[in-house]
Nanobody, 127 residues
């Protein structure tokens, strides 16, 4: 059973940056597509970004495109979400999710397609 450790959240001013990390102790994550989701109070879960298990396919929601970058460090068994030019509307709990899809070129921002997810880390963007 995958269990995730997410870190890197915190309070940052608008325009600032944070880097979120997602790791699963005891697992390499190389066979899994990894996605980042977020949920703000009173709002639906939003698929922010994902990366396929082959790392050949990445996806970004329109709301973060050009500002966020997802990457995988296989040696460190960690997936990162670099978040730049943060805005107050980026405030949410961010969590990672994993799924081993049939295709290693596939990932999706649809939460229901992932069986494993972490507890999340809070990101607050405020002056």
């Amino acid at each position: 059973q995958l269990q995730f450790v997410e870190s890197g959240g915190g309070l940052v001013q608008p325009g600032g940056s944070l880097r979120l990390s997602c790791a699963a102790p005891g697992f390499t994550l190389e066979a899994y597509a990894i996605a980042w989701f977020r949920q703000a109070p009173g709002k639906e879960h939003e698929g922010v970004s994902c990366i396929s298990s082959s790392d050949n396919t990445v996806y970004y929601a329109d709301s973060v495109k050009g500002r966020f970058t997802i990457s995988r460090d296989s040696a460190k068994k960690t997936v990162y979400l670099q978040m730049n030019s943060l805005k107050p509307e980026d405030t949410a709990v961010y969590y990672c999710a994993a799924q081993s899809f049939t295709s290693d070129h596939y990932c999706t921002g649809v939460k229901a397609e992932y069986d494993y997810r972490g507890q999340g880390t809070q990101v607050t963007v405020a002056a």
